[in-house]
């Protein structure tokens, strides 16, 4: 498909297989794609259409995934490396054409999908060349003649579960450390973004990857979803998306002691000090809160300022608001919201704030949600630390700047959340940084840099109910979620 506009009531049909995601089980290309997802920034025109799955198709995809994991695991694993190494190469020639799919799908700049789907790709790369790496330990022992190395071992299969926010990134960043592992994969990628999953999925599969070790089954949470999470051929579950969905699938998952990953919901603060730029500090919080729309789990959302700053830091964050301008991804400054509930709920959290007395600095909040989703970056001040615009998570370009006395008001009102995802400070201080890094309640913390984005090898994930705070995402941590550790003594 190309760039311009397709009416879903005029599309060809050649159009419309271009832009059709379909199961994919056993290496087959299934499902009838009866549901059909509209572009976010313009009304009417048809995005993607794909099948909706049943606890049929997830049966059908967990038995061509148990049936093809062993003969993965045993191939060398330099062997599946270089399979996902070319899935990541293949990635990269088509950058340009998923980078589009995903923006008319999920409403992101092209500039933000083009660098996801760079990132999907030295994912796949990154987690590839592990295939050389060691992954046990020779360790002596108090016996004589007598070796003790540590193994780690495939969970088997593994079930991934992805939102839409990152649709093709987040699905990388699991599927490549399960698969360079030895597992076997059923994903369930988001209903609103059923292209994205499709694209790496068609990767994998002209990169070589044998039939039925990655699978992927699209559909509706609660019943592909459920499906996925209760089969106990299931050995381990790896999820990203709302706290609320994430806490019900650990439930599921402890009740038959398997493994669960989660990462869920954040409402990453940053604290702004005197002795801060003001001009640079707004840059950093308006990139950490309204760059990808704010639709990042690890975007600014509140902002905590000393008052000797104060007017200069909301000055400047002002005008760098007014350059977040939203449109169509394709060629605008800041892209669309992913769906009308989304807009909605934007609204409703400035407009409520607004009628508990905050004061609006920038942004609105009376767009149509028939319309384009086009959202501007709203500011926030003069509201209570307990409004609801402050402690929720509201998954907008919606920041709320509050006052603080001092840096020591300041981490406490970070760490007043029932999330833990990211936090950050500006300030020139290092003593305060450092003391900022060892205090704040979150799995990462930025130091004049935006909460939201980061690299590939780095181990992610937060605290509180921001995540399950045991098996780190992305870097070489990915490991540890989708292997079991093994001790072995060998005598001669
Ligand atoms: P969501 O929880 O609604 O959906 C996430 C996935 O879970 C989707 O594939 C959905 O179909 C599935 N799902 C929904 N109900 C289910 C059920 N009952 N059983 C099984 N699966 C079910 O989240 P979303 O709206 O897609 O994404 C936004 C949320 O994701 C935000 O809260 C955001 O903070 C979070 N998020 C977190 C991270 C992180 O790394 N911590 C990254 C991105 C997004």
């Known amino acids: 498909m190309t760039s311009t506009a397709t009416d879903h009531t005029t599309a060809t049909s050649a159009d419309r297989a271009l832009i059709t995601a379909r199961h994919l089980i056993n290496g087959e290309w299934l499902g009838e794609a009866d549901t059909e997802r509209m572009n976010p920034a313009r009304p009417g025109e048809l995005a993607a259409l794909s099948p909706s799955g049943t606890a049929a198709d997830v049966d059908a995809a967990i038995t061509a995934a148990a049936a093809a994991q062993?003969?993965?695991?045993?191939?060398?694993?330099?062997?599946?490396?270089?399979?996902?190494?070319?899935?990541?190469?293949?990635?990269?020639?088509?950058?340009?054409?998923?980078?589009?799919?995903?923006?008319r799908e999920e409403g992101k700049t092209l500039a933000e999908a083009?660098?996801?789907?760079?990132?999907?790709?030295?994912?796949?790369?990154?987690?590839?060349?592990?295939?050389?790496?060691?992954?046990?330990?020779?360790l002596p022992s108090g016996l004589p003649d007598t070796t003790i190395t540590t193994r780690r071992e495939a969970l088997g299969v593994v079930g991934l579960i992805t939102p839409w926010n990152f649709p093709i990134a987040i699905p990388a960043w699991k599927s490549a450390p399960a698969l360079i592992s030895g597992n076997a994969v059923v994903i369930k990628p988001a209903e609103l973004t059923?292209?994205?999953?499709?694209h790496l999925a068609r990767a994998l599969q002209d990169a070589g990857l044998p039939a039925g070790v990655f699978n992927v089954v699209h559909g509706k949470g609660r019943v592909v979803g459920?499906?996925?999470?209760?089969?106990?051929?299931?050995?381990?579950?790896?999820?990203?998306?709302?706290?609320?969905?994430?806490?019900?699938?650990?439930?599921?998952?402890?009740?038959?002691?398997?493994?669960?990953?989660?990462?869920?919901?954040?409402?990453?603060?940053?604290?702004?000090?005197?002795?801060?730029?003001?001009?640079?500090?707004?840059?950093?919080?308006?990139?950490?809160?309204?760059?990808?729309?704010g639709q990042a789990c690890t975007a600014t959302s509140r902002v905590y300022v000393t008052p000797g700053i104060r007017a200069a830091f909301l000055e400047a964050l002002t005008g760098e608001a007014a350059a977040y301008t939203p449109g169509d991804g394709m060629d605008a400054a800041m892209g669309a919201v992913v769906s009308p509930q989304q807009f909605e709920q934007n609204q409703a959290a400035v407009r409520s704030a607004v009628e508990r007395g905050a004061v609006l600095l920038a942004g609105a909040y009376d767009g149509d949600p028939a319309g384009p989703l086009l959202f501007p970056a709203a500011v926030l001040t003069e509201l209570p630390f307990d409004d609801a615009a402050v402690t929720e998570?509201?998954?907008g370009p919606v920041v709320a700047v509050l006052e603080v006395a001092d840096y020591e008001a300041?981490?406490?009102?970070?760490n007043d959340s029932r999330y833990g995802l990211t936090a950050g400070i500006c300030t020139d201080s290092l003593a305060l940084s450092t003391d900022f890094a060892a205090r704040a309640q979150a799995g990462v913390i930025k130091v004049n840099r935006p909460t939201a984005g980061l690299d590939l090898n780095v181990p992610f994930g937060g605290v509180k109910d921001s995540s399950t705070n045991t098996f780190r995402e992305q870097g070489k941590s990915a490991l540890d979620f989708f292997t079991w550790g093994k001790t072995v003594y060998t005598g001669v």
């Open 70 to 103: 062993p003969a993965w695991a045993a191939l060398p694993a330099p062997s599946r490396g270089a399979i996902l190494m070319a899935a990541g190469n293949l990635l990269l020639d088509r950058q340009t054409a998923i980078a589009e799919d995903l923006v």
């Open 114 to 138: 083009k660098g996801e789907v760079k990132r999907a790709s030295d994912v796949l790369r990154f987690f590839g060349s592990l295939g050389w790496a060691a992954t046990g330990e020779v």
């Open 194 to 198: 059923p292209l994205s999953a499709t």
């Open 226 to 293: 459920d499906a996925l999470a209760r089969d106990p051929r299931i050995a381990g579950l790896s999820f990203t998306g709302s706290t609320a969905v994430g806490l019900g699938l650990q439930e599921i998952l402890n009740a038959r002691r398997a493994r669960v990953q989660l990462e869920m919901g954040g409402k990453n603060g940053v604290l702004v000090l005197d002795d801060a730029d003001p001009r640079k500090a707004a840059k950093v919080v308006a990139a950490g809160a309204f760059g990808l729309t």
């Open 393 to 395: 998570e509201i998954f």
């Open 410 to 414: 300041g981490l406490a009102a970070i």
